[in-house]
């Protein structure tokens, strides 16, 4: 869990939540109760494993295509090979 909240921790591992929303301390101490409650439910939850996927046939003849075009055109800028 701390690995899940470790951006929101300081030096110490101390995690500081503050809110300033309304003039009343008592309405942010309680916004800021439940916040702290969100954190620790989304922290609990176990990460979705991720789907491995491969790139469909067209994107990757499209990718090639695009190199292709790339390259060309790249190539154009060059001096021809017998001129020096």
């Known amino acids: 869990m701390l690995a899940r909240l470790g951006h929101r921790l300081d030096n110490r591992g101390n995690l500081r939540l503050v ?3 309304t003039r009343s ?3 942010n101490r309680e916004e800021v ?3 702290l409650h969100r954190l620790l439910r989304d922290a609990m939850k176990p990460v979705k494993p991720r789907k491995k996927t491969r790139p ?6 499209e990718r090639l295509a695009e190199k292709k075009r790339r390259s060309a055109r790249k190539a154009e800028r060059r001096r021809p090979a017998g001129e020096e």
């Open 19 to 21: 809110s300033g929303a």
């Open 25 to 27: 301390q008592l309405q």
């Open 33 to 35: 109760v439940d916040r």
């Open 56 to 61: 469909t046939r067209a994107s990757r003849e």
